[in-house]
């Protein structure tokens, strides 16, 4: 599923992301698309997706591709 979602490809990305968004909240998952337990997380928020797009927004970030928050934000895979 998380083909069907957003990508953000760099750290750049995630930050214009958050700060664009005045009046929605910003959902960034964390992780690899490989990863089993990242693909049920992505099935879900892809299920919810369309019932939240009012307030808020969701954006994938693979953290191989974008390691830019891994140590700040403690991100490991």
Known sequence: MSYFLP???SGWHVD?????????VVVLRFGH??????MTM?????????KVQNFAVIY????????DFNKVRRVYA
């Open 60 to 67: 994938l970030v693979d953290i191989t591709e974008v390691p």
């Open 33 to 38: 698309d490989w990863d089993s337990q990242c």
């Open 16 to 24: 214009e992301a958050i700060k664009s968004e005045e009046d929605r």
């Open 42 to 50: 992505d099935e879900t928020l892809y299920g919810v997706a369309e």
């Open 7 to 9: 990508h953000l490809p």
